[in-house]
């Protein structure tokens, strides 16, 4: 890595029991079996009485006194009274986009690089939007922050000499804040301001490592500490000091520092 300085303010139904079809032969055989028969009145009747009384599933519904009013043919009015069904919503996927002719393209895509419809979105939105960016990533010393940002291979590092950037030699690169994301950690980090309390010094609350923050020069993106990033991104880093103890002339003077977190 090239590294320069410049100073610059997620049981079947229908099938017989074993035995069942040999009952009513056995019955046939017996003596007298044709001639014996029980007259209603006796006991027993009552049993076959029952048995073709209609059980709770054949006997007739019992309709509401609405729908009694209801005439033929007509619904009964507490089903008018129901809201109508709504339709689905549609969700977010191939099927309720009009690709036209790339459809087929675009479902071949998604199968050769196993993706889903949102991973092959960002895969695309990554390579064209960021195009002639890297992702790096990052994070503190403890491994509890973890953070991925858009920026140039080639960083450019302001080096700034106010009072507490000078104690903590906070050197750092801006991105917009819309290049930045946080992937795990936004309950280990705290933050201490001073003076304006525009600054926004956050830092890992177990380890102490600040590995970004917002700067006062712009307080719509992210300052990155260029050394709490991963290896293998960064191609060179020029470094640029910045009067940040005479911070109101130094922003005067500069010519691109505070349009750093512009898109």
Known sequence: ???TRKTVSSEPRGQKRPGASKAPAAAASA??????????????????????????????????PLAQEA?????????????????????????TLDLGDQRER????????????EGAAKLLLDTFEYQGLVKHTGGCHCGAVRFEVWA???????????S?????????????????????GAESIT??????????????????????????????????APHCLDEGTVRSVVIEEFNGSDWEKAMKEHKTIKNMSKE
Not at 152 to 162: E, P, T, V
Request: glycine content about 8%; charged content about 20%.
């Open 106 to 117: 675009w479902e071949t895509f998604q199968k050769r690089q196993r993706l889903t419809f």
């Open 191 to 224: 933050t201490y301001t001073f003076n304006t309390h525009k600054a926004q010094h956050t830092f890992c609350k177990r380890c102490g490592v600040q590995s970004f923050y917002t700067p006062r020069s712009n307080a719509g993106g992210f300052g990155i």
């Open 71 to 95: 005439g033929p043919g007509e619904p009964p009015p507490e089903l008018a009274l129901l809201p109508p069904p709504q339709p689905a919503t549609p969700t977010s996927s191939v099927a």
């Open 31 to 64: 003596p007298g079996a044709s001639r014996a028969r029980r007259p209603t009145g006796q006991a027993g009747g009552g049993s076959r009485a029952a048995a073709r009384q209609p059980s709770a599933k054949q006997r007739p519904r019992q309709l509401s």
């Open 164 to 184: 507490v950037c000078k104690k903590k030699q906070n050197r750092h690169f801006i991105v917009p804040a819309s290049r930045f994301k946080l992937l795990k």
């Open 1 to 3: 890595m090239r590294q």
């Open 152 to 162: 140039s291979a080639d960083l450019h590092i302001f080096d700034c000499n106010c």
